[in-house]
C-alpha cells in the first residue's frame, strides 16, 4: 500500500511540473557533474559487477524567460581510471530561439573526476573535482543588437566545483560548491540599446554579467521497482553573492534580489532494458525562485531524456 502511495505522489509531482514555471539547475554543468549527478542504477545496487563505464545522450526541451525556446542535445561519457575513480565529460549543442532572434552552438564544456567508496554493503561516500569550460563570450547579437542571457549558448564563465555525496541504501544526500574562477562575459544587453522594441524592456539586464557563485543541497529517495527505478527529492541552490552588471554610464552594478535560494522539487523515471541499456527521464520545478535571474536559466518548463549504454573494456 506505502509503495503505491509513494508511486502516485510521485505521478502527480510530475503532472503539476508539466504546468509549473522552473529556475532548474543552477547550469548545465553544476548539478549533474560527477558525484552531484544522481546515477541511481549502480550507487543504489552497490554491485562490483556492474558495468563500469557509460555513454549516454540526453535531449532537453525547455521554455525559458519571456518564452525562449531552448533545446540542448548533451552527449556524456563517464569512464572508468582505476579503482574507484571515474572521469567524466559532457558537452551539450544549444539552440534557443524567442521573440528576440535565435543563437545556437556548442555549450560550456564540463569534466570531473569522482572517488568514490562503499564503507558497507549498505553505504557509500563519493568526492568530486569538476570544472566548467566556457566556449563562447555570451555576445551573440540579433541584426547588431546584443541578444540577452537567455539566448547565449554559454555562460562565458570559467567555473571549479567541488561535490560530495552520501548514499545509504535507497537514500542520496549531496553537496556542492561552484566557484566563478574567471569570467569572461562579454554580454551586451541592456534594455535600451533596445529602444522601441516593447518585447526586450522584459528581459534582465545582463551587460558584461559578473555571475555570483552558487552551492547546492540535494535530498533524494529511490524507489526499485522490478526495470523500473524513480525517483523523488528536493534540490536546493544558492546564489552566495548577488550578480553584477555594467550599466549604460560604464559603472558596474550590483542587481538587487539576484543572491538566495532556488528550491526545487525533483524526480526522475528510469527503464533499465538490460544491464547494458536504460532509458530515463527526468524533470523539476521550484517551490521557490530568486527575484532577478540575469544568467538566462529560467525556465517554466522542462523535459530531459537520456538514453544510456553502459560498458566495460576488454582486459
Known amino acids: 500500500m506505502i509503495k503505491k502511495v509513494e508511486l502516485l505522489l510521485i505521478i502527480a509531482a510530475f503532472t503539476f511540473a508539466a504546468k509549473s514555471h522552473s529556475q532548474g539547475c543552477s547550469d548545465a554543468g ?93 553505504s557509500s561516500l563519493s568526492f568530486t573535482l569538476g570544472s566548467k569550460i566556457p566556449t563562447h563570450n555570451a ?32 537514500w542520496n544526500f549531496s553537496a556542492g560548491y561552484q566557484r566563478v574562477l574567471a569570467n569572461k562575459n562579454e ?20 551587460n558584461k554579467l559578473n555571475r555570483g557563485d552558487d552551492m547546492l543541497l540535494r535530498a533524494e529517495k529511490i524507489f526499485i521497482l522490478k526495470k523500473i527505478n524513480l525517483s523523488a527529492g528536493l534540490l536546493g541552490i544558492y546564489r552566495l553573492n548577488k550578480d553584477k552588471y555594467t550599466d549604460a554610464t560604464g559603472v558596474e552594478t550590483e542587481l538587487a534580489g539576484s543572491s538566495g535560494v532556488t528550491l526545487n522539487i525533483t524526480g526522475s523515471a528510469t527503464y533499465i532494458f538490460t544491464p547494458r541499456s536504460s532509458f530515463g527521464l527526468n524533470f523539476g520545478f521550484p517551490v521557490l525562485v530568486r527575484e532577478t535571474r540575469a544568467d538566462g536559466l529560467t525556465r517554466s518548463m522542462v523535459v530531459s531524456l537520456a538514453y544510456q549504454i553502459n560498458f566495460n573494456f576488454k582486459k
Not at 35 to 46: H, K, R, S, V
Not at 57 to 69: C, D, I, R
Not at 143 to 162: E, F, H, K, V, W
Not at 187 to 206: C, H, I, M, P
Open 30 to 122: 553544476f548539478c549533474t557533474i560527477g558525484a552531484l549527478n544522481p546515477q541511481i542504477i549502480a550507487d543504489t545496487l552497490g554491485n562490483e559487477k556492474v558495468y563500469k563505464n557509460n555513454f549516454h545522450l540526453s535531449p532537453t526541451f525547455a521554455m525559458g524567460e519571456q518564452g525562449v525556446t531552448i533545446f540542448y542535445y548533451t552527449p556524456e561519457v563517464n569512464l572508468a581510471v582505476v579503482k574507484g575513480l571515474n572521469f567524466q565529460a559532457k558537452m551539450p549543442y544549444v539552440y534557443a530561439y524567442g521573440n528576440l532572434g535565435s543563437n545556437y552552438g556548442i555549450g560550456d564544456i564540463s569534466t570531473s573526476l569522482s572517488y568514490s567508496h562503499f564503507l558497507n554493503k549498505h
Open 187 to 206: 554580454n551586451g544587453f541592456l534594455a535600451s540599446r533596445w529602444t522601441g522594441d516593447a518585447d526586450a524592456q522584459k528581459y534582465f539586464v545582463s
Open 139 to 170: 555576445a551573440t547579437c540579433e541584426n547588431g543588437r546584443p541578444l540577452p542571457m537567455p539566448y547565449q549558448r554559454s555562460l562565458a564563465t570559467y567555473d571549479g566545483i567541488i561535490g560530495v555525496k552520501f548514499m545509504y541504501k535507497t
